[in-house]
């Protein structure tokens, strides 16, 4: 959905911002040719085939010397989010021939992950797939049910669909908070809660609900719902909307928060009461997504999702050498300002949504700025991204392969925003 603020121009720019000229569509496609050519060279031509592990099933988590190695353990996050993404790739017409084998080998390592007695992806498997850590948290959970979701979309496999299916309602049945709505996070295998805080952990603190879990249900609820209207899905998905839109947010300041206690109260602690620009500009265009996918108008969250971007570009955007810092203190100016590989991502796509959704030059700056970074200091010549930069883009780390990081926010970002410049472009030039 194009904003009409865009395509008339303007128009009524928003209260307190700049009045510019739409950026022209010549140059909005150009963004796009760029978006794709990033896509090609740093993250389609790395992963695939090198990060498919051929021998032992799923893929890769680990780079050494240049090349994907075994690690000892796969991840289900990682090997979710690559299944996700081969399975984009595809769908997306990117190297069919490759991206779509690579996904179906990843759909077939993650049904080892799968815990048939209890239901729900266990946390860790050997190489080979036999479990190490069985627990269940749902943040991992999560992206296993966005996977799923993608590669059934791309290969029309019900197996996929009703795994989806499936695994949808063993969360819902045994981690949804009736009470005090949303979901408790961490279990034992057998789904009795983890509340002891020692216990290792994967996201936030032990019996606490977190943003970052409930933000990615929304994402993978989404998608459920979009191949699956089931009324069930459809209350719960209502539910994280207002969850991410208005119960993690502190209207005081204008950011959300990560940690919550389980009814609802804020985790009143220094290091939980920080703003993390990345995941509000995620949260902004992941939520006006889930309101397309319900059929709730995108206007009626414009100047929501435009206030918690707003706070964003004024404390974490660098305008002097582009890109978002990571975090900072309420109200404040970022005190962490490394530059980490995710949070570039969701920039891209996130101040693109918002530039298409307002109008605001500010945010089309800030989508260009933050490219620019991304394509200068982010990139590795050999392909990969950097991890993190230091907020002037020189080096901080080499890290370009790990558990978490592989090419799920990045391939992402960069596939949606060539879309969206070029559905932009064309309604500029009518």
């Excluded at 996977?147 to 290969?155: E, R, T």
């Excluded at 500009?281 to 707003?310: H, K, M, N, Q, Y």
């Amino acid at each position: 959905m194009l904003s009409l603020v865009l395509i008339a121009g303007l128009g009524q720019a928003v209260a307190g911002t700049s009045v510019d000229k739409p950026v022209s569509s010549a140059v909005l496609r150009e963004q796009a040719a760029r978006c794709r050519s990033i896509l090609k060279r740093s993250i389609v031509d790395f992963y695939l085939p090198a990060n498919v592990d051929i021998e032992r099933g799923g893929y890769y988590e680990f780079s050494r010397d240049r090349a994907f190695v075994p690690g000892g353990e796969k991840f289900l996050v990682m090997q979710s989010r690559q299944l996700w993404f081969f399975s984009k790739l595809a769908a997306e017409g990117i190297e069919r021939e490759a991206s779509l084998p690579a996904a179906r080998w990843g759909f077939a390592f993650l049904q080892k992950m799968h815990d048939p007695v209890n239901g729900g992806y266990v946390a860790k498997v050997t190489d080979e797939g036999a479990p190490t850590d069985s627990r269940k948290h749902l943040y991992l959970n999560s992206f296993a049910l966005y996977a799923l979701v993608a590669y059934h979309h791309v290969s029309n496999n019900n197996e996929a669909l009703e795994a989806a299916k499936a695994l949808f309602k063993v969360l819902d049945a045994k981690a949804h908070d009736a009470t005090n709505g949303g979901y408790h996070e961490f279990f034992t295998n057998d789904w009795k809660p983890i509340t002891d805080p020692s216990e290792p952990g994967f996201v936030g603190a032990i019996g606490v609900k977190t943003y970052n879990t409930h933000l990615h249900l929304l994402e993978s609820f989404t998608d459920l719902y979009r191949a699956w209207p089931d009324p069930t899905l459809r209350s719960r998905l209502t539910e994280l909307l207002g969850i991410v839109t208005s119960t993690v947010r502190l209207p005081w300041v204008g950011c959300n928060v990560d940690a919550w206690h389980p009814d609802w109260r804020v985790v009143d602690s220094s290091t939980n009461l920080r703003a993390s620009y990345g995941h509000d500009v995620e949260c902004a265009w992941l939520a006006l997504d889930a309101a397309e996918a319900l059929g709730i108008a995108l206007p009626t969250l414009r100047s929501w999702a435009d206030a918690l971007c707003d706070y964003s570009l004024k404390y974490g955007y660098d305008a002097k050498n582009g890109g978002f810092f990571y975090a900072g203190p309420l109200g404040k100016p970022a005190d962490d300002t490394k530059k980490e590989w995710w949070v570039q991502a969701e920039a891209i796509v996130g101040t693109l949504t918002l530039y298409r959704e307002t109008g605001r030059k500010e945010y089309y700056r800030a989508f260009a700025g933050t490219l620019d970074f991304v394509e200068k200091h982010q990139i590795r010549k050999e392909g990969g991204w950097y991890a993190a930069r230091k907020s002037d883009g020189s080096p901080l780390n080499d890290t370009i392969s790990s558990p978490w990081q592989c090419a799920y926010h990045n391939g992402r970002a960069l596939i949606l925003a060539a879309k969206r410049l070029d559905a932009m472009a064309s309604a500029a030039s009518q």
